[in-house]
């Protein structure tokens, strides 16, 4: 993983100063969201063409993990949130429909991060990948329909050319590139590679956009990251535990609970992100819901890494180790 990737959570706060600022001034204020859409089109087309399509079988070979993440990340989790909505936000709709969206898309990138930090099973964790985004991507459309249509009107035709727009576009064109690459050369190779190895620099680009032209919404609602705090929080908590009771009744080694804990922690703002901007577009809330996660989401991550160090650092897994 390149530092450019490590060192996104960096990015993206420096990102979101920067959007504040410059959202200060009226022009930048008033023509700034015409960039979040592309800038996370092309983001999503460089992460897609980044899957490792070729590592679709080896998740299976585990097929015990693969079953419980899978169940973790897809059942479990948008239910639990949903829940979490109904206790913490039923005030808030906006604020409800922010978490489930967060919530269901599981991470493709940071959590490999903190795998490795707290040396667990990254191969295995590399081996989900694909699955995580091909999954989420497939399953978004249903999670919103099920979940979200509930809670906030959804214009049908706004979410299918939503749909198209920021999912299918990019990862037809990501295939295509795919399918390309090896057959050309020069220029025609070398723009798609780029923009693969890009993906934090667009993304950054559209969470500029999404505080330059939405921030004075945060700024006049102060209390929404305060809002947002007990339910993430106590996703984490839960989720956390549960991995560690799961962990011990199925006997994992240290290295695959590690992988187990972070796989199913971290979660895929970006993905959110560009279907929020475009499926709701004048729900600024939902959007600055799926912005600002990554401040609450880097330290609880950080402090998963060095607690899952500890309990090994003290035995507590040894008897697990196969």
């Not at 200060?24 to 490792?52: D, T």
């Not at 059942?75 to 949130?81: A, E, K």
């Not at 081996?127 to 329909?145: C, G, T």
Request: positive net charge.
């Amino acid at each position: 993983m390149s530092l450019t990737e490590k060192l996104q959570s960096v990015f993206v706060i420096i990102a979101i100063l920067l959007g504040l600022i410059l959202g200060q001034i009226k022009w930048v204020e008033e023509n700034a969201v015409s960039l979040i859409v592309p800038s996370l089109m092309v983001m999503l087309y460089g992460v897609f063409l980044n899957i490792p399509l070729n590592r679709l079988g080896q998740a299976f070979q585990n097929y015990k993990m693969t079953g419980l993440i899978l169940g973790m990340n897809f059942l479990w989790t948008p239910v639990f949130v949903w829940g979490l909505g109904a206790i913490f936000l039923r005030d808030s709709p906006d604020l409800w429909v922010g978490l489930i969206m967060l919530m269901v898309t599981p991470c493709t990138d940071w959590y490999l991060i903190f795998t490795g930090i707290a040396k667990g099973n990254v191969t295995l964790a590399t081996a989900f990948l694909p699955w995580n985004m091909i999954l989420q991507v497939v399953l978004i459309p249903v999670y919103l329909l099920v979940f979200v249509g509930k809670l906030v009107q959804i214009d049908t035709e706004i979410f299918l050319e939503s749909i198209v727009l920021v999912l299918a576009i990019p990862m037809l064109l990501a295939f295509i590139a795919k399918w390309l690459i090896p057959k050309v050369n020069g220029f025609w190779r070398d723009i798609p590679l780029k923009i693969a190895a890009r993906p934090t620099l667009f993304l950054c680009v559209a969470i500029t956009a999404v505080f330059a032209s939405q921030g004075q919404t945060l700024i006049q609602r102060p209390d929404v990251l305060l809002k947002m705090l007990p339910p993430i929080l106590i996703f984490y908590v839960i989720t956390f535990f549960l991995t560690q009771v799961i962990a011990r009744f199925g006997n994992f080694s240290y290295e695959d609970l590690a992988c187990f804990s972070c796989t199913t922690l971290a979660r895929n703002s970006p993905l959110a992100l560009a279907i929020a901007t475009s499926v709701f577009p004048h729900r600024p809330l939902i959007t600055l819901v799926l912005a600002i996660e990554p401040l609450i989401e880097l330290p609880v991550m950080v402090l998963v890494s060095q607690l899952l160090l500890f309990l090994r650092r003290k035995g507590r897994y040894s008897q697990m180790a196969k």
